[in-house]
Every structure is written in C-alpha cells, then in structure tokens.
C-alpha cells in the first residue's frame, strides 16, 4: 500500500487535488473512475535518493521526447485511418520502432490494450511521458469513436508546436554562442593576458592608473576565486530552485518575469498561443469547456496564467462568458479576449481558438526576431567594448612606464 498525490477533474469540471492510498497507481486511476472522475495527474509519493534521482533523470533509457510522442502519434493516427484495427497499428508500431525507449513503451501499451485496456487508461499509466491533455483528448476520441480524427487532430496541432519550438531554439543558438564566446574571451583574457603584464607594472614600481588597478584586481580575483565562484553559482541555482518550488514564490517570479521589458511579451504570446490551440483542440474532441480549461491548466509554463484561467474558469461556471472572463486582468492580450468573444457569439469557438494559436505563434516567431536583433548586435559591442577597455587599461599603464622611463 502506498501513498499517491493525484489530480482529477468532477463531472461539473472542478479541479479535485488530493492524497489518497491504493495498492497500486492503477488501482487509484480506477478507483477516482469509479467515483466519476477523470484523472488529470497520479503518482507516488516517495522520498527518492541521490542516486535514484540521477538515475531517473539523466541515464532513464524509458524516456522519449516530444517529437517522439508527435510521431508515434502521426504514424498511429495515419494507420487507424486506413481501417487497422489498434490492436494491428501498436503491432506495427512496435515492430517499426527503432529506438529502444520507443519500443519498450510502445510494446507496453500493446500489451495492455490486449489485456482489455483502453489506449487512453493504458497512456494515464504513464503519464510521465504522456501529457494530460493528449490523454483526454484520445479519451475523447475513443468514447465518441473517432479516434483517428482525434489522433490526426492532435499530430497536427503538436507538429504545429514542435515546429515553433524548434524555430525559436535554432534562432536562439547564435546569439547563445556569441554570448558565451563574449564571456570565454574575457576569461581567457583576465586569467593568462594580464598576468602577463602584471609582473611588468610591479617592477617599474610606478603608480598605475586607476582602470589598470581594477584590471588587475579583477584578474587576480578571476584566478585566485574562481572555484568557490563556481560552487556559488551552483548553490545559487539550487537555492533558486528551492525557492520557485514554493507556489507564491514561483508566483511572484513568474509576475516579474511578465512584468520584464525584453521576454515578458514573449512569454505572454507563447503562452496565449499554447492555450488557444491547446484548448481548441480539446474541445475540438468533443471534451466539455469546464473540462477542457481544467485540463488546459497543466500545460502552462508560466502560473500567472494558470491563476488567470483558474479565475476564468470560476466565472464561466458561474454563468460568464470565456473571452470576457479572461480579459479580466492583465495576463491575457486583449486581443486574444476579443478574437474569443467573437467565436462565442458566432458558436465558431474551436475555430477562432485556431485563428488565434495561428497569430499569437506568429507573433512569437516575430518577436524572437526583433529580440535578436536587439541582442545580437548588444552582445558583439559589449564584447567590444569590454576587450578595447581591458587592452586599453593595459596601454595606458604601459605608456606611463615609458614616460617615466624617458
């Protein structure tokens, strides 16, 4: 017997979160069917180890990525579309699998279909790798019988997803290369070039001036410290970490980071576009809206947007409006709020969702560009700028020296 935290969503859409014991984490799946509910989230609760944590997290051979799951997704729902049966399109897939983590959980799931299982019941046992909306809305697709459109649905919006997500990442990897190059240089500079001189400006015994003394100061710090600078850095981070666990304080992070001049809208359009087509789809699949904004709540990064649909979702089962409820506040873009209200009115909802995951993932990749041409630029003169004040600091000393000297 063992302890679980679980998540599930009520027949009338509220968000149940709790603790309860079973004999096993299927055994509470269907035990919280059994009362009515469709789980969101259940799993163990357990003190780990050092070394289980590493294990799991850095050498798990179970754990596949997202373009994983979009292509096994991809390749089922093409199958099932063509008349396989699910039992035949799992066969297939395991079969045709060529990664080892892909065919362990593929074959798992295979078996438990045969054993009787649903495919959405078999996916919640492993929502590790399975997110809770792609659980629902295959759910969905079963219950109504449409679990191929469903399937081709859901490939569709999270091919949408990877391939924004991999634009932003390769336009990111410049200016991170550039950034650190920035930083390697300095390094290498103040830990081999300076010392160099400094010995030099010791035996002129000359008074240096002012930005030579920082430099040197600096350069014997950098080599002197450098250790515990790391290992400050490292607990900085773990401390960080615990800090951000705690839910007001990640609040609080996450409402400055919105609040910052340069990511805040970045942030803010991403995070509005993942929730329009994360919830267009769901309801999409025939999942009811309380349902579906229940579900829609875990796959934010930021939990400022969570509390906004939260609180959006209280007005909405009192009898509000959904785009009027979210343009309560500032968190939502006032036009995502109007674009909404217009599909309500219309009863072209999911639609409008589309239309506005469409914007808002423009406005993103649009975004990222005008950052890039913010920063790219910023970072090679600071680099400059730093190098000709470090070799200009260097100079300046020297010419002191020959004037003495003279």
Known sequence: MGLFRYKAVNLTGEVLEGQMAAESRQALIERLHALGHTPIRAEEIRKDSFFQILNRDIFNRRKISAKDITFITHEMATLLHAGVTLDQTLSILTELAEREPIKLILGEIHKDVRNGSSLAESLEARDDAFTSDFISMVRAGEAGGALDNVLLRVAEYRETADTLREQVRSAMIYPLILLAMAGLSVIVLLIFVVPQFQSLFEEAGSELPLATKILMESGEIVQNYWMPAIIFIVLAAFLFKRWVANPDARLRWDQWVLSSPLFGQLIRKRETARFSRTLGTLLSSGIPLLNSLSIVGDTFRNTKFLHAVNDATQQVRAGKRLGESLMVGDTFPRLAGHLLQVG????????????????????????????????????TIGLGILVAGIIGSILVAILRINELAL
């Open 344 to 379: 309500e009115e219309t009863g072209k909802i999911e639609a409008m969702l589309e239309k506005t995951a469409d914007i808002y993932d423009q406005e993103v990749k649009r975004t990222v560009e005008r950052l890039l041409a913010i920063l790219v630029p910023a970072i």
